[in-house]
């Protein structure tokens, strides 16, 4: 299980971008969360200063916006979104923040996970898998290119150079997924994130202990001994848990289970989350 441990680390790596001999730090992009941020720089390079509406460790299912965050908004030109109904918490400052600003949705084009039993329906978290990455990356050149025209060169080369290190981390993770039995490519997570990754990676999503795609939910207590059933049951070794979610029910399931809870960054992916941890009952 140590493979994929490290897998779940680098989903998406920082890359480093590209130089421009023409920057244009004055005109603010903004996006709104922190691995949006980290991908438009790897496009904008050095020609635009990038901004995330959200800070970092912060989780977006359960963020209550502060006054700040709509001068924020105010004072942007362009703002990024992953789209797919993840960015509830946008809706009231948008509506509260003035000037005018083009948006660009991240996802767009790609195919979404339905959830009949989620508050929004779908699944947003499709950077989970770097293929979807690289259509994130693509729509993001197109929108900063339609912005400014002059820099389509910077952002095209930025993007090709971006593209290729994530086709790599792709077959980076399949040769080591292939490491693994396929009946021991089992997950369990605190909520339901990773289904975009267990599609392309053929893992099987035994449970979460939040059966939703957002961590701003509860379990019954019903839904609670059905999924330690089917942790004992299925063998399942471990619970990642993402850093900014609260850790109690995750670890109470340990406590009956045996399993091991390993905290990870699926939320926020950024380079100082190198390694996986478990955290103590």
Known sequence: MKQLFFLLLVIVT??????????RTDIVILTSTTFLADITRNVAGERL???????????????????????KIEQSKLL?????????????LLENAGGER???????????RTDAESEHGVDPHLWLDPNNVIVYVENIREGLTH???????????NAEAYVAQLEELDTWINEHVSQIPSERRLLVTNHEALGYFAERYGFTVIGAV??????????????MAELIEQIKSSGTPAIFLD????????QQIAAETGV??????????????????????
């Open 102 to 112: 083009e948006t660009i949705e991240a996802s767009t084009g790609l195919s979404l």
């Open 147 to 157: 912005f400014d025209p002059d820099g389509a060169a910077v952002y095209q080369s």
């Open 49 to 71: 200063s990038v901004d995330s509406l959200l800070p970092v460790g912060t989780d977006p299912h359960s963020y209550q916006p502060v006054p700040q965050d709509v001068a």
């Open 260 to 281: 091991t809870v390993w905290l990870i960054c699926i939320l926020n992916l950024l380079p100082m989350a190198l390694l996986p941890r478990p955290i103590s009952l």
């Open 243 to 250: 850093e900014v979610e609260n850790p109690a029910l995750a």
């Open 210 to 223: 939040v059966p939703s795609v957002s961590s701003d939910a509860s379990p019954s207590a019903g839904q």
């Open 14 to 23: 920082a890359c480093s971008p590209s130089a421009s001999s023409n920057p």
């Open 80 to 92: 990024i979104v992953n789209g797919a109904e993840y960015e509830h918490f946008l809706e009231s």
